[in-house]
């Protein structure tokens, strides 16, 4: 069963900054369609930015410009800096495939708020 195991979040004041990351157990990480998820509450969760095992990189309209997914292939990790974050950007954010395996990580928690 992958596991993956979110790290970095944590509370922040609106304008700052993060830096998740995510370390997967799975043999052909360097295969896979790697995305950021997150949920905010009462929310379900959502798709926050994708990249390729080519580094092609896709983000939602509402973290455009301010998100930046990367990953290293020799680590199995991927990352997410977050600029600029605002309140609307909290939420519980995971990692995961894309199509999303069942099993999913703890999330790490990042609050923004003054």
């Known amino acids: 069963q992958v596991q993956f195991v979110e790290s970095g979040g944590g509370l922040v004041q609106p304008g700052g900054s993060l830096r998740l990351s995510c370390v997967s157990s799975?043999?052909?990480?360097?295969?896979?369609?790697m995305a950021w998820y997150r949920q905010a509450p009462g929310k379900q969760r959502e798709l926050a930015a994708q990249?390729?095992?080519?580094?092609?990189?896709n983000y939602a309209d509402s973290v455009k410009g301010r998100f930046t997914i990367s990953r290293d292939n020799a680590k199995k990790t991927v990352y997410l800096q977050m600029n600029s974050l605002n309140p609307d950007d909290t939420a519980i954010y995971y990692c995961?495939?894309?199509?999303?395996?069942?099993?999913w990580g703890q999330g790490s928690q990042v609050t923004v708020s003054s």
């Open positions: 995961n495939r894309d199509p999303a395996f069942a099993s």
């Open positions: 990249i390729t095992p080519h580094e092609i990189t």
């Open positions: 799975r043999i052909l990480f360097s295969v896979d369609v």
